[in-house]
């Protein structure tokens, strides 16, 4: 199969390295971003990293079954992305931060 | 009577289950109608049972259900009702109804009233079931819950350290006979191949096992007796077991419990006739017991412990006439004693009460004219224990001391007649302190003095008309009616030793004469001593002064037992217990423990509680995961 199609410009390839730098630069910054709120927006960043991984495998196979997950998971991330909200308000308001490193009542 | 036999020890059981279970929020202090009406069903079914049993040839045995069943270790809860136990069941329920009843005067107001009824009813149950078995192993079963109820009732007053350490001493004292008897019992287990009497004493009299044998089964049965009948060396706990309440005295550590050694040797008969080596430990054992016990009577204070040394004596007596073979004469003399021995113990309990607790005999004196019916009660049990004729007592250690002598053991016969003379000093040395001379009463007490209630004066009553006429049952020679009913029982036993029926010689009333003297003399020295020159137990104590306290601290043998086998096992105990206890068992568990602290201290830093540490794992876990699936 080639790389280039008349349905697909753009190789598959670069839709590959690019959704990889931003699973990358997602999965950084939840490990090393201390506010829960650009912790939130990194995970949303890796997600969306798989969905763009999606969606070019869905042009590049030619195959509506990716565009299906897509939309799925969108939907759901905005869920998620309430929920995570919400649970960073409580967060808020019980402890006046969201430094997630001040959060360690689980500590052994 | 086999439909009726198991109700004579259930009807008690059943009484204790009630009262204990209801006794302390629900019957009260009306706990004494059920155990009373218990024991006198029992004593009504057990005249039954004496009725129908007279003059049988072969026991009645009930077996209700099998109780172990283990290969060819075969035990039923089986029943046994012979002459002897007809005889024994009759002693148990009949003494223990009156005093039974008397204690309903004796304990009334007491804190733990339905406790003390409760405990009560189940060593009946505990001991009609002792002389009802049909085996050994159910014999060591009474044996031993009629041992943990005097436990239970020595330590009756828990709350003082006395009776405490008194129950736990008696218990362990006779864990030691009890060891010996279990052996036994095993013994005869592994030697006949059964446990029921009746087979066992079939293979003995037919002379199937030898006579090393036997002589092992007996000395180690023996030593159950001596434990629970409290022989020398083993006497020491019941004395100390006078801490119970009276009614307990009277009816565990008089009449019935300290007499199952008694029992349970006559029960065994033919086998000790088969060894007579053993007869003759027996009746040593027993006459150095009766004369030990009786002269440590004579220094004692306390009114109960006079009584307590001379139960331990007057059992002496009776193994004494178990040497020789005078199965018939020991238990008549089990059942005059229980009769004048309760009769004591209630007596001395009234004068107790009367004097609202003081045992002590020094604070006594000049009752005669205060309390007359406990009075003259209490001197018909001293005639009887003295030995005076016509009284229950001169019958039987008469009988006891004629057999005796009959048998050649002039040595015992000697001995025993000095016991005699002395247990008939120390019983009125104990009447004159108690009732003559002048009041050496407290103040207080002085104003309280009270005759007992009716619900004590009537088994006093019954008791001592009991211990004037019973001595009838058991007439010398041909004309005794016990030793005729008894027969059957001991017969192959009399005649593997060649025993024969005998008449009545010259020299037997010559012997009566004899010892009817030397308890007069005994009477008499007491009279002197303690009525007419008061002056002179002090001034003879004075100068027999190292005898003297010999006597009175009991021959050193508590203290013996404390210097020897006490401390070895408290010393040995310590030891283990710092050694052992606590370096290795306490080591292992706390070394356990340290180890995994030790693990938990260096896992904790894993725990930073910041997720990002988590996740990262997370991240690390799922790349190693992949790239080895992926470039494998």
Redesign the interface.
């Known amino acids: 199969m080639e790389p280039t199609s008349a349905t697909m410009p753009i190789p598959v390839d670069w839709y590959l390295y690019l959704s990889a730098v931003l699973f990358l630069i997602g999965a950084v910054g939840v490990l090393t971003r201390r506010n829960l709120f650009i912790i939130l927006f990194s995970i949303e960043l890796m997600m969306n990293a798989v969905n763009l991984n999606l969606v070019g495998f869905s042009r590049f196979h030619e195959d509506m079954l990716g565009h299906n997950f897509v939309l799925f998971t969108m939907a759901i991330a905005a869920a998620e992305a309430a929920v995570g909200l919400a649970i960073a308000v409580a967060l808020f308001r019980n402890r006046q931060t969201l430094m997630v490193d001040l959060f360690t009542r689980m500590k052994g | 009577m086999e439909g009726y036999i198991w109700l004579i020890p259930v009807l008690p059981l059943a009484a204790f289950v009630i009262t204990l279970l209801f006794g302390k929020w629900w019957i009260k202090e009306h706990a004494h109608w059920l155990p009373i009406l218990a024991m006198a069903g029992s004593f009504g079914l057990s005249l039954a049972a004496f009725v129908q049993i007279r003059g049988a040839e072969e026991p009645v045995v009930v077996e209700l259900w099998r109780w172990f069943s283990v290969g060819s270790f075969q035990v039923p809860l089986g029943m046994q009702v012979d002459q002897l136990s007809s005889v024994m069941l009759l002693v148990v329920s009949g003494v223990g109804l009156v005093i039974f009843i008397y204690s309903k005067g004796y304990m009334h107001g007491d804190t733990g009233y339905y406790r003390f009824y409760a405990y009560m009813s189940l060593f009946a149950f505990s001991m009609l079931m002792l002389v009802l078995a049909n085996n050994y192993l159910l014999l060591y079963f009474g044996w031993e819950a009629v041992g943990l109820c005097s436990y239970y009732l020595i330590g009756y007053y828990y709350h003082k350290p006395e009776a405490a350490a008194a129950g736990k001493k008696a218990f362990i004292v006779n864990r030691v006979g009890d060891f010996g008897f279990g052996l036994g019992v095993m013994l005869v287990f592994v030697t006949f191949g059964t446990l029921d009497y009746l087979k066992v004493f079939e293979l003995a009299e037919a002379g199937a096992v030898a006579e090393t044998t036997l002589i092992g089964i007996t000395l180690l049965l023996f030593m159950g007796a001596m434990g629970k009948s409290a022989q020398f060396p083993l006497h020491v706990w019941l004395p100390d077991a006078m801490e119970g309440p009276t009614p307990v005295s009277a009816l565990i550590h008089a009449a019935t419990m300290v007499t199952a050694g008694v029992y349970m040797v006559a029960r065994s008969a033919v086998l000790f006739a088969s060894a007579p080596g053993v007869l003759l430990v027996v009746g040593g054992i027993g006459t150095f017991t009766a004369i030990f016990a009786a002269v440590i009577g004579i220094c004692q204070k306390d009114i109960k412990r006079v009584l307590a040394y001379s139960t331990v004596s007057q059992l002496g007596y009776m193994f004494m006439a178990l040497g020789v073979g005078a199965w018939a004469i020991a238990i008549f003399h089990l059942v005059t004693h229980a009769f004048f021995k309760a009769l004591l113990f209630l007596g001395a309990g009234s004068v107790i009460h009367a004097l609202g607790g003081e045992q002590n005999m020094d604070k006594m004196g000049g009752l005669r004219k205060r309390i007359p019916a406990t009075y003259y009660t209490l001197v018909a049990g001293a005639l009887a224990l003295s030995g005076i004729f016509p009284f229950a007592g001169f019958w039987s250690k008469d009988d006891i001391l004629g057999a005796v002598w009959r048998d050649g053991k002039y040595l015992l016969w000697a001995v025993g007649l000095v016991a005699a003379f002395i247990t008939a000093f120390y019983t009125f040395r104990m009447i004159f302190l108690t009732f003559f001379g002048k009041s050496r009463l407290d103040e207080d007490t002085e104003h309280h003095v009270h005759e007992s209630p009716w619900s004590m004066l009537v088994p006093l009553i019954v008791l001592a008309v009991a211990s004037t006429l019973g001595g009838f049952l058991g007439l010398p020679g041909k004309l005794g009616l016990i030793q005729h009913f008894l027969e059957p029982v001991f017969a192959p036993a009399d005649h593997i030793l060649g025993l024969h029926e005998y008449s009545l010689a010259a020299s037997d009333y010559v012997l009566m004469v004899v010892s009817v003297i030397v308890a007069m003399l005994g009477i008499v020295l007491a009279w002197y001593m303690y009525v007419r020159r008061v002056d002179l137990p002090l001034k003879v104590g004075a100068r027999l002064q190292p005898a003297y306290r010999v006597v009175y601290n009991k021959f050193y043998v508590d203290e013996f037992y404390a210097a020897t086998f006490v401390r070895v096992a408290v010393d040995g105990s310590t030891w283990v217990w710092h050694r052992f206890d606590e370096a290795v068992i306490d080591g292992a568990a706390h070394g356990l423990a340290r180890l995994w602290q030790v693990l938990g201290h260096a896992?904790?830093r894993l725990?930073?509680?910041?997720?990002?540490h988590y996740?990262?794992g997370i991240?690390v876990g799922l790349f190693v995961i992949v790239t080895v699936v992926v470039f494998r």
């Open positions: 896992g904790r725990q930073t509680g910041k997720v990002q996740l990262l991240f």
